[in-house]
């Protein structure tokens, strides 16, 4: 997960253009309390809490496997061996590297997708030994996503251990690349190649407590770098410099407005550039990321800044107007993730909602920047749900996850939202 969850009013929008009219209209039927009265749903629950010492240890081994940025192989190996052991048979990792296990339904329903992703923030090298401090365990990455990935893995062996048979076919998945520069790659390479058309719904669990995802927080990030011949500090004084012309974009974006609803947001998060301190630099290179809810105001906070630039450039060109030096300005993306929102009434959002109150849960609706902002930006039902414990330190040396007494509701939950989702009979 690359944001931390904002709490927002709803508005009465949809994506456009959904792609699917008869699946979502399913799920409305759905009732919680009549599928928790099915005696082997309520004993694929009853398992998920007696197994929440299992669930933590696969959080704590697969984390202490390293899934550093488009290198997560070892850990999808190892996620392959998991799901066989727990019975699934039909498993494979794709051509981007997403695990994939199926386990088919008895009847041609619709595909519901279960994820979590496998890669983390942290680059190779990183100590991932998870550590215990009091009621805490601490590891890079222990609880984004370690606890997302063996909460589906939970899941999938409830399934799997109660036979539960259902409609839909069900895809248990361990994506790649949802962090950073990952941009989205496996969820992506699912939704454009692997099972482009195939899938109804789709879930991902990312994140502790008890909260739902229900809209997508879109960004933009780009590398931007200010280019010239450089020279000698002194001897070639009077030419236009790189890292001036930065400076001098860095300060016009810091004093951009933006608004606070929706929630629009922007960051100068890396700079680079120069040689010594002796010499005109040759480049200066930022890197930048900015974020919105709405499509229309990050679209309008992309322009202001791309015009920043421009106008860095010009004024430093200006600032020495007897120089023939060049100047110049290259723009690289580094990632777009497409925004945008569903309505509280959608009855993907209400069925979460229904199984929330049934288990006794609270769960509030937010947006943030997840796996499923691809199939949100298609017009697909998603959802991305929270899976029980508390943790901080996202995203640092120093994460933390920590068991709450209702830590078991989180699996309970996720396997409730898809047992309605798949029809279980």
């Known amino acids: 997960m690359t944001a931390h969850r904002t709490f927002v009013a709803l508005a009465a929008a949809f994506i456009p253009g959904s792609l699917f009219v008869t699946s979502p209209n399913r799920v409305a039927a759905q009732d919680a309390s009549a599928m928790l009265a099915k005696p082997h749903v309520q004993a694929a629950l009853d398992s998920l809490r007696v197994w929440e010492p299992w669930t933590l240890e696969q959080q704590i081994q697969l984390t202490e496997i390293e899934a550093p940025p488009f290198n997560e192989q070892r850990r999808a190996e190892e996620y392959v061996r998991r799901l066989q052991a727990l019975g699934y048979r039909n498993v494979r990792i794709d051509a981007e590297g997403n695990v994939i296990a199926e386990r088919p ?93 195939q899938i109804d719904y789709f879930l991902s669990v990312d994140g502790t407590g008890f909260g739902i995802t229900h809209a997508a927080v879109g ?24 890292i001036h012309a930065m400076g001098r974009a860095i300060a016009a974006i810091s004093e951009l407005a933006v608004p606070s609803d929706p929630k ?87 069925t979460a909602l229904a199984a929330s109150r049934a288990l006794g849960l609270e769960s509030d609706l937010g947006a943030s920047s997840t796996d499923a902002n691809i199939p949100m930006s298609l017009g697909i039902p998603r959802l991305t749900l929270d899976g029980g414990g508390r943790a901080g330190g996202t995203h640092a040396l120093d994460e933390w996850y920590e068991e709450t007494p209702d830590a078991y509701k989180g699996p309970q939950w996720v396997a409730l939202v898809t047992a309605m989702l798949a029809g279980v009979r």
Do not use: K
């Open 264 to 350: 629009t947001t922007f960051s100068v998060s890396v700079v680079s550039g120069g040689t010594s301190v002796n010499a005109i630099p040759m480049e200066g290179v930022l890197e930048i990321d900015m974020r919105s809810e709405d499509p229309a105001a990050l679209a309008e906070l992309d322009g202001r800044v791309r015009a920043a630039f421009a106008a860095a450039v010009r004024d430093e060109r200006a600032r020495w107007p007897r120089s023939t030096v060049p100047l110049t300005l290259r723009l690289d993306t580094i990632g777009i993730r497409p925004a945008g929102r569903q309505p509280e009434s959608a009855p993907i959002v209400q």
């Open 105 to 197: 339904g008895t009847s041609g329903g619709p595909t519901v997708v279960l994820s979590g992703h496998l890669d983390t923030v942290f680059p190779e090298g990183t100590d991932v030994t998870v550590r215990r401090e009091g009621g805490r365990l601490l590891a890079p990455g222990i609880a984004d996503d370690g606890r997302g990935i063996a909460v589906v893995l939970a899941v999938a062996r409830a399934f799997q251990t109660l036979d539960l048979q259902h409609d839909a076919t069900i895809l248990f998945i361990g994506t790649v690349g949802e962090e950073g520069e990952g941009d989205l790659r496996g969820v992506r390479h699912l939704f454009e190649r692997e099972l482009r058309g």
């Open 219 to 242: 960004s933009n990030r780009y590398r931007v770098s200010f280019e010239g011949p450089g020279g000698h500090s002194y001897g070639a004084f009077g030419m236009p410099n790189p």
